[in-house]
């Protein structure tokens, strides 16, 4: 996970929707937004690893990464549900045609959507999340 989660960072980073680069950035939690950020932003969280005992000593790892978009809600909000799903599409294209220079990883999947959500953040401003898991899979020595 440790390697994982700045890959998927610095892949993210380049999405063309972001604002900055810092408004893609790894979280403890998916509803937490640094300071200052603006949207759309892209939080990165891991969602746990899974460990199955493979034949010939190897082991089956499977890392799942919870990606958590934020937009703005204008006075449409059906407009920002539909953008912030092209967004997170985007997003998921990206990291399924990106190994992110691991070469032991042997499968990415996307995983399900959670609903989105819309809350007010202190300063006031309606906001949209989509909240939407990525499973890595990859197979190591268990030596």
């Known amino acids: 996970m440790q390697i994982l989660l700045p890959a998927i960072k610095n892949v993210l980073q380049t999405l ?3 604002p900055r680069r810092s408004d893609c950035y790894i979280t403890p939690h998916v509803n937490y937004m640094p300071t200052g950020t603006r949207q759309p932003c892209l939080g990165i969280k891991d969602g746990g690893v899974t460990r199955e005992e493979q034949p010939g000593e190897m082991v089956e790892l499977t890392m799942r990464i919870e990606l958590a978009a934020f937009v703005r809600m204008t006075t449409d909000g059906g407009e920002a549900v539909v ?3 092209r967004f997170m599409d985007d997003a998921s294209d990206l990291l ?6 691991l070469t032991d990883i042997d499968q990415v999947q996307i995983g399900p959507d959670r609903p989105t959500e819309m809350f007010q953040a202190e300063n006031k401003q309606w906001i949209v999340k989509l909240v939407r898991t990525m499973s890595y899979t990859l197979e190591r020595s268990n030596i």
């Not at 399924?96 to 220079?101: C, E, I, K, S």
């Open 96 to 101: 399924m045609h990106n190994h992110l220079g």
């Open 83 to 85: 953008g912030l799903y």
């Open 16 to 18: 063309p929707q972001l």
